[in-house]
């Protein structure tokens, strides 16, 4: 069977097309998608954010990795360690480490993770805006949940490296870049610890 030239301008023509469909669309479709989502408010794992939070679905033992949860905006994400934030490349969270805490020591733990990625569209922190003053989240940290409450939401410049400051007490730091597929601006989460055992 013979191909003609029109048949192959014709394929390559729905080729670009729907190449170009898909790089116009991916960043926006996890936004799309949230419209139809059930969007029940649930912590997968038992413990203190399970009992804040409406109980739904199948109850997961502690995770024995570093984790993230943030049900609100069904944010759910291993916190991996490294050097660089190419350590998030594939997903994931990162926890900035220089100059920074660990979630159990006083100070600022900072935790960055990307808005958007074509490999991952919604795999990060893509959902970060969702989150609301008041809602609960939780960091998992060497087998330990400790739960803590947003206090702040802003967004800020690029160049606003001060939300990675010190702090004098327990803070938690999470930041991603807005809008979607620009890195213009940080979208900043602020939170507080929340003592274990006490009321929400």
Partial sequence: MKISHRQINNFLTIVVIVGALYI?????????????RDKTSSAPYAGELRSTTIKSGTVE????????????????????EG???????????????????????IGNTVII??????????GGFYHLDKVKVGDKLAIYW????????VAETKTVPESATEIENETTERTLTLYTCTPVI????????IAKPVETGANP
């Avoid at 116009?24 to 139809?36: E, H, K």
């Avoid at 990795?65 to 069904?74: E, G, L």
């Avoid at 993770?113 to 919604?122: D, G, I, K, L, T």
């Avoid at 890195?183 to 989460?189: G, H």
């Fill in 24 to 36: 116009a669309v991916a960043p926006y479709w996890p936004n799309i998608t949230w419209l139809f």
């Fill in 142 to 149: 060497q087998g330990e949940e400790l739960l803590y409450t």
């Fill in 113 to 122: 993770a990307h808005r958007f990625s074509y490999q991952n569209p919604s």
């Fill in 61 to 80: 033992p502690l995770p024995k990795d570093n984790r993230i949860v943030i049900p609100t905006a069904q944010i759910n994400l291993p916190i991996l």
């Fill in 83 to 105: 050097s660089g934030i190419w350590v998030i490349d594939s997903g994931g969270s990162w926890r900035k480490d220089l100059n920074t805490t660990s979630p159990k020591d």
């Fill in 182 to 189: 620009t890195a213009e601006n940080r979208l900043v989460v």
